[in-house]
């Protein structure tokens, strides 16, 4: 029974790294670029959440929807500041661009908010459902964190597979200037793009801060890792896989807590990250990039 | 017969690589123009630079009158100039059917008449017909080639740019690919093709102009090139 509940708890906790690890993917799928302040927009929607719910005293639906609208522009005004600029500079200039706009992101919270832990309220207010006579226990916070990633999860891939929108944005992610050809604006798809992925992380930040309510401005930094490493372990640039990804990790991190050691939990994810990339090296579900003559 | 697409004094440059260096063409509404030349003379360049996927450096462009230079690339279509790209370029994760969507992703006339088109275009190219549910990275060349100007005719264009569309192919398929480029001529689109293989393309063109390190060479009647020595010797096989 114990290991069902550690399961359980991998299970909830691996979704809110897939809901994270869809908007690296989705990122990189159709920019190529690595947003590591994709961590950090997490820790933002936790704020605003935080500000609209206990310092304004408003309604948890109130909180979570300001901080999807503040994360949603958020991050389409950070890739058209920081990043749409350097379209076509090496990647590396982007990539620590984006690791200074992550710093940048810390930083202004602390500024804002100041150091001092805030006690975040749960959104989710029903009681824990006990299952085989009361032997399983599943938080309320548990349950919705699963059935909110489920819901995300179909509705995402129902889009991206879908309706024409999806199809512009596979067709945008295989090739910039075929799609252009189509007519298909690639700005305004990047900018979409980003504005999913960081509706996307203003969830997973208040279902994050529901489970574990301590809100710091450096509390979106290591799920923003592990959802980077959930989305390169499933194939990065593939939705399926960040999803996979993200709900693997979640088990492992909980199950090696559980029955290894807490300590070295960490160390185990990411040792099994660098063993699934030496047997497969685009990961779980990349796909190998082929051209056909 | 007016003039459908103009080029004038089009420089571009490709990073430090002054690549078109000034060449100026028209295509007549109705006409196959060819652009012939060895690989490296600039005809790819100037195919994109038309579709503005590269900035111009310098030099007008302008299709039905209207100056194009300056566009958004992903605003040209919509004008109805369209381009086949070199190497097909297909969304190769998306079914056949899907980017044939994709090419009538601009339009707006309705699902009706899309649906229409699907019908036009299974008809000209049956073989996409058997395999529109089919992922497009499983096509072969041809078929791919097939699709990808399947692709451009639906966004019903007045003009067709197709770069290298022989390449790669058997000869049996490049009869096929010629023998469809020209059908699609014959139904009204305009058509400027960009060949390395300027027999073929000397063969259904109008007219032609030879292009040599960025710059023309020659021009003129398609038929007259064909014979003439030094086209001959240099891009005919003797």
Redesign the interface.
């Known amino acids: 029974m114990q290991f069902l509940s550690y399961l359980v708890n991998g299970i909830s906790l691996g979704s809110i790294y897939a809901v994270i690890a869809l908007g690296y993917t989705m990122v990189y799928g159709i920019a190529r670029m690595l947003n590591f302040a994709h961590g950090d927009v997490i820790m933002v929607g936790g704020y605003i959440a935080y500000t609209v719910m206990t310092t304004m005293g408003m309604p948890a639906l109130a909180g979570i929807g300001a901080a999807v609208l503040v994360c949603t522009l958020l991050g389409v005004t950070i890739e058209r500041v920081a990043y749409k600029p350097l379209r076509e500079a090496p990647s590396l200039a982007v990539l620590i661009t984006a690791i200074g706009m992550s710093y940048l992101l810390q930083n202004l919270a602390l500024l804002i908010f100041g150091s001092a832990p805030k006690s975040f309220s749960s959104v989710v207010s029903f009681q824990p459902l006990r299952l085989l006579g009361g032997q399983l226990i599943i938080t309320g916070e548990t349950l919705t964190t699963i059935l909110v990633s489920a819901v995300i999860m179909v509705a995402l891939t129902l889009f991206v597979n879908k309706t024409?929108v999806g199809?512009?944005m596979?067709?945008v992610s295989?090739?910039k200037?075929?799609?252009?050809?189509?007519?298909?604006?690639?700005n305004a798809t990047i900018s979409l793009t980003f504005a999913i992925g960081s509706a996307l992380a203003a969830v997973a930040g208040v279902l994050l801060c529901s489970a574990y309510p301590t809100l710091i401005p450096t509390t979106g930094a290591m799920p923003g890792i592990k959802a980077f490493v959930a989305a390169v372990f499933g194939g990065i640039g593939s939705i399926p896989g960040a999803m996979l990804g993200g709900v693997l990790l979640g088990i492992i991190q909980s199950l090696s807590t559980a029955y290894i050691s807490s300590q070295m939990a960490d160390a185990i994810v990411f040792g099994v990250l660098i063993v699934v990339l030496l047997v497969k090296p685009t990961g779980i579900l990349g796909?190998q990039t082929?051209?056909?003559? | 017969m007016g003039v459908m697409l103009s080029v004038k004094d089009l420089v571009v440059n490709y990073g430090a690589i002054n690549a078109i260096k000034g060449i100026s063409f028209d295509v007549n509404e109705g006409e196959i123009v060819t652009l012939i030349g060895a690989n490296g003379a600039g005809k790819t360049t100037t195919l994109h630079a038309i579709s503005r996927l590269l900035k111009p450096k310098q030099g007008d462009i302008s299709f039905c009158g209207q100056p194009i230079s300056q566009m958004e690339a992903h605003k040209i279509i919509g004008l109805g100039l369209t381009q086949v790209p070199e190497g097909r370029r297909v969304f190769s994760q998306l079914t056949v059917q899907q980017n044939l969507a994709l090419g009538a992703y601009t339009r707006k006339d309705g699902a009706d008449a899309v649906a229409a088109d699907y019908e036009m275009v299974f008809e000209r190219l049956p073989r996409l017909k058997e395999r529109r549910r089919q992922i497009a990275g499983t096509l072969s060349g041809g078929e791919q080639q097939m699709l990808a100007i399947g692709r451009a005719l639906m966004c019903k264009p007045k003009m067709m740019l197709l770069d290298e569309p022989s390449m790669g192919l058997s000869p049996l398929l490049v009869q096929e690919i010629f023998r469809i480029i020209h059908d699609v001529n014959k139904s009204g689109v305009t058509v400027l093709l960009v060949e390395q293989n300027a027999k073929m393309a000397l063969e259904i063109a109008n007219r032609a102009y030879v292009l040599e390190t960025g710059t023309i060479v020659m021009s003129g009647d398609a038929h007259e090139l064909a014979n003439n020595d030094s086209v001959r010797k240099a891009y005919l096989g003797g």
Request: charged letters at 30%; aromatic letters at 0%; zero cysteines.
């Open positions: 024409k199809h512009a596979q067709a295989e090739d200037g075929a799609a252009q050809l189509m007519g298909i604006n690639v796909r082929r051209e056909k003559v």
